[in-house]
């Protein structure tokens, strides 16, 4: 079975301080990692991805995240905080098993602050 | 470029009734998913659809349904709504060539709020 940690419910950071929002996974052989992001009423909106190679990704926004398979974690990164990036995030992996295995599970999502 | 559209944006139905929600997924795209998200977590998965079939489905009941039409939207049904069942009801469609990069990125609706009383 798949599984995604996001160990902090809320994270709270002063606009221009650089920011961490943490992830770590298990899924059965090589994962492929997403970050999505969540305004209020709104959908998800794809940030990054992790599927092969370099290990430290860039996304939308500024924002980047570092896969680190020893520790099994994903983590989102981003060296200067805007208040607009004040959001729900949340990790998701999928099983990187030859594509039989679809489905996206998410960690229950991280609600960062971002304070002016 | 239109993205995912769903509707309704909200409903409100009562226990025991049937709900059918609907999706149109990005230009380009083959493959819808959908996803339950209770209030304060993340989105579950329900089923994925590719060429007019279910795919894949996740630990719902047989109450959860769904369907795609050729023209690639689909529609997911609820029978015997539960109070349980309120949520945000999100629809994520990929195109479905496995192996292809284009197919990892799921792009989500911004969906429907659905209430049970």
């Known amino acids: 079975a798949q599984s995604v940690a996001q160990p902090e419910d809320q994270v709270n950071v002063a606009e221009g301080n650089p920011l961490t929002v943490k992830c770590t996974y298990s899924v059965s052989g090589n994962p492929y990692l997403f970050w999505y992001v969540q305004y209020p009423n709104r959908g998800l909106q794809f940030l990054l991805k992790y599927i092969t190679g370099d290990n430290l990704v860039k996304g939308s926004y500024g924002f980047e995240a570092e896969f680190n398979k020893s520790q099994t974690s994903f983590h989102l990164k981003k060296p200067s905080a805007l208040v607009s990036d004040s959001a729900l995030y949340f990790c998701a992996v999928r099983p990187n098993s030859g594509g039989s295995n679809y489905k996206l599970t998410f960690g229950k999502g991280t609600l960062l602050t971002v304070n002016p | 470029d239109a993205g995912v559209t769903q509707s309704p944006t909200h409903l409100i139905k009562t226990r025991g009734q049937q709900v059918t929600l609907r999706c149109s997924p990005k230009s380009g795209h083959d493959t819808v998913s959908w996803y339950q998200q209770a209030l304060g977590q993340g989105p579950q998965f329900i089923f994925q659809?590719?060429?007019?079939?279910?795919?894949q489905r996740g630990n719902f009941p047989d109450r959860f349904s769904g369907h795609q039409f050729p023209n690639y939207s689909s529609e997911l049904n609820v029978n015997a709504l539960l109070l349980g069942d309120s949520a945000l009801y999100l629809c994520a469609s990929s195109s479905g060539q496995g192996g292809l990069p284009a197919s990892y990125e799921q792009y989500f609706g911004p969906g429907t709020r659905l209430t049970v009383t």
């Open positions: 659809y590719y060429e007019e079939e279910e795919r």
